[in-house]
């Protein structure tokens, strides 16, 4: 008996199916058969899968005499399933690497529960990905089980077949089939769940749910929408024969009342002459079900508003839009007049001196106090108090996060005026918003955001995949308000005049967040680990994977960290950093978010320091990340996972070959990186040659005092002598002992 029972129903999709096929049956979970229903498709869908079916044995093929619909399509397989637990998967969506594995842990994990509702992305045909905006209630809905009753907010998520996985018992001691017609998913899904005596939550994205160009079935125009009230029908019978689930009315008939109104607020789906005919049928409806002493929401007093409801709803609806508009061209009223009194200000407050004690701060883009300019802050209170430090943030959200005592002002504010106005120095490691003008004797200090691998400024141009969006020549314009560029290296000095050819001067001062690695001594990264939660004793892999420009939203799976974990064995913990750009995107909720709950690895995505993510480590493997030049100032071993080498080149561009000139040894697949790391080669003689060569190349300024440097020289006007590249003091040895990964 396998684990799982895949049902596809197939109908006018043979441009997907083979895509969606592929993503069940290349699974690493095998446990699996594949029920493929062939709804007397008219294209070649019957042939895929009669040709899917003859070269593997788990899939079955049932070719149906009569078209019948998505639902009783999906009751066709029913009757063959002999999985453990049902999963119902349209035949235009795919499902994500590691799903079947990620669900097949959960259901053990929680006991074999009745239902297991999984996240989802939305993917479009434009080539954007968009996670469930309710993903959050996925991911607090605790490790155990629980009932609808227990957590309501379950039912908030989309009422659909496809995100959930069902014991196949347990459907069967119910009865549960799908009916004919359109929203079928609506008389299953709210049984089911009001139903089940223990519901689980996997907080992981195991399903891709396409959104085709043209739409799907539901956003056809046609009087089938109808449908929608004999579903909902099905489902208050179905509260009627078990008064036991009667506490459920009150929301099935708010739950009802909204997606007619949903329903009818879409202009693609009901003719415009069938219009007022639903919204009569809906009220009948909401009228004929509404629970005695039942409190009716504000917004779906609409339906108790008898023969003039409809013209009721559309007045409302065209009050709303006009309510809309002029809210828009009030805002741009507002942000006119805004606009012209901040050049009247700006004018009054650049004929008053500059503040020769005023500094202002802003780092990614006005995140809080990170990066070379937090660095540089903190120096400069220490070395010269009577400069006073002002941080740009984004928002009062994002300045109830800063440090103590520490000075800000909210971007865009009156008080953000004045300081960058007045301010002597200006320090940040983005450009400064165009608003910010240039004033004569102010200084622009350019902290950038690390050495540079991939092309950066100008190069960009010849490569329209990896600048798209980005308005060059803005940058060029705003990047001519530099004063000063820090450099690490003479790497980055010859990159960025050739990036950014603007009026700057390059300042060979090392990168001042790296300060605190040179110094780094074994206790740092102790109190880190512990912080972390990494066991005592253990050797820490750190997996650090930059974005990709040849995908769209950026984020790629090069590795199974699920696999990776495991390999590593005993005493061994992988923690994964991804790329900040991927941080709030869906590339967590592809299973890293999954496996930090369960303990498999460690997530420090959202760690505010990355400093203190690299103290914590042993061994660093990467793709092309730019941390690797700041990790070669611990002395401690690199692999550069380069299987995709070649694509990541051609799209963004490159400097130089890291694969030829790597800090240590080079993987260009799974099955290399795991013998580097079994055999023990990560740390063996030409591994150490590799990081020598390298750390000499690219850590040349760096001596611990960048931070000292950028505030004397540059601030205080004081001299200090170049740095000379110095050994590592207090650098911590990898721990001895087993190498690094099992071997198999």
């Excluded at 089911?192 to 939550?201: C, L």
Aim: hydrophobic share 40%; with cysteine.
């Amino acid at each position: 008996m396998p684990r799982f029972s895949v049902i596809v129903p197939c109908f006018k999709v043979q441009g997907y199916l083979r895509e969606c096929l592929d993503s069940v049956l290349d699974q690493s979970y095998r446990d699996i058969e594949v029920i493929a229903v062939d709804d007397c498709s008219p294209d070649g869908c019957g042939a895929i899968l009669d040709e899917y079916a003859a070269r593997d044995e788990r899939v079955r093929v049932l070719h149906l005499e009569e078209n019948v619909g998505l639902g009783r399509a999906r009751n066709a397989g029913l009757p063959h399933a002999t999985g453990d637990y049902l999963f119902f998967l349209d035949s235009d969506d795919t499902l994500t690497p590691g799903a079947l594995r990620a669900t097949a842990d959960r259901l053990a994990e929680t006991d074999d529960p009745d239902v297991l509702v999984f996240d989802y992305a939305r993917t479009y045909w434009w080539g954007g990905t968009r996670r469930n905006v309710l993903a959050h209630v996925l991911a607090e809905a605790g490790d155990g089980t629980f009932t609808a009753a227990e957590r309501p907010e379950i039912l908030d998520l989309l009422m659909v077949v496809w995100n959930k996985v069902y014991r196949r018992d347990f459907v069967e001691r119910e009865g549960f089939t799908f009916p004919p017609g359109y929203y079928e998913d609506t008389p299953w899904t709210f049984p089911v769940m009001f139903s089940a005596g223990r519901i689980a939550a996997l907080d992981r994205i195991c399903l891709n749910y396409r959104q085709r160009r043209q739409g799907n079935i539901l956003s056809t125009t046609s009087r089938k929408h109808f449908d929608v009230h004999a579903q909902y029908e099905r489902v208050f019978a179905f509260l009627d024969a078990r008064p036991q689930l009667a506490r459920w009315r009150p929301f099935l008939h708010a739950k009802m009342g909204e997606h007619c109104l949903d329903i009818l607020s879409k202009p693609d789906r009901l003719p415009p002459s069938d219009r007022a005919e639903f919204f009569r049928r809906t009220v009948e409806m909401f009228r004929a079900h509404r629970p005695a002493g039942a409190e009716v929401p504000a917004e779906l007093r609409v339906l108790e508003g008898g023969a003039l409801g409809y013209a009721a709803y559309r007045l409302r609806r065209q009050s709303g839009r006009a309510g809309r508009e002029l809210e828009r061209r009030a805002r741009q009223a507002r942000g006119a007049v805004g606009g012209r009194l901040g050049r009247v200000r700006t004018a009054v407050n650049a004929r008053r001196p500059l503040d020769p004690g005023l500094v202002v701060y802003s780092a990614f883009s006005h995140r809080g106090v990170l990066g070379d300019p937090a660095a540089i802050h903190r120096k400069a209170r220490e070395i010269a108090p009577q400069l006073r430090g002002v941080w740009v943030v984004r928002d009062e959200e994002g300045a109830a996060a800063l440090p103590p005592d520490t000075e800000h002002v909210v971007l865009g504010s009156a008080a953000y005026r004045r300081v960058t106005e007045r301010a002597a120095f200006l320090v940040n490691n983005v450009n400064w918003p165009g608003a910010v003008a240039k004033r004569p004797g102010s200084v622009h200090i350019h902290t950038h955001q690390g050495t540079p691998l991939k092309y950066m400024g100008v190069d960009l141009l010849g490569k329209p995949g990896a600048r798209h969006g980005l308005d060059v020549p803005q940058m060029l314009r705003r990047a001519d308000r530099w004063d000063y560029s820090l450099v690490a290296n003479r790497h980055s000095e010859r990159v960025w005049e050739r990036a950014y050819p603007c009026h700057f001067t390059s300042v060979p001062t090392g990168s001042p967040r790296n300060d605190v690695l040179v110094g780094a001594g074994p206790e740092d990264g102790r109190r880190v680990r512990e912080r972390l939660g990494v066991p005592d004793g253990h050797t820490v892999v750190l997996y650090a994977p930059t974005r990709r420009d040849y995908r769209r939203g950026g984020h790629v799976d090069r590795i199974d960290l699920a696999r990776l974990a495991a390999d590593l064995g005993e005493d061994r913990t992988l923690v994964v950093r991804l790329h900040p750009s991927l941080a709030t995107g869906p590339a967590r909720g592809m299973g890293l978010s999954e496996l930090h709950r369960r303990g498999v690895l460690i997530d420090a995505t959202d760690e505010p320091h990355v400093e203190d993510v690299l103290l914590a480590s042993d061994v660093l493997i990467t793709d092309y990340s730019a941390l690797m030049f700041d990790y070669a100032l611990l002395d401690r071993p690199i692999l550069i996972h380069a299987d995709d080498w070649g694509a990541f080149a051609a799209s963004r561009g490159a400097y130089f070959d890291i694969t030829a000139e790597a800090p240590g040894h080079v993987s260009r697949s799974y099955r290399e990186l795991a013998w580097l790391l079994a055999s023990g080669a990560w740390r063996d003689e030409e591994a150490a040659r590799l990081r020598a060569a390298f750390r000499a190349r690219f850590c040349e300024y760096d001596d611990g005092r960048a931070a000292e440097r950028v505030v004397r020289t540059l601030m205080l006007g004081e001299t200090m002598p170049d740095p000379e590249p110095v050994a590592v003091p207090g650098a911590r040895p990898v721990p001895a002992g087993d190498d690094v990964l099992t071997s198999s």
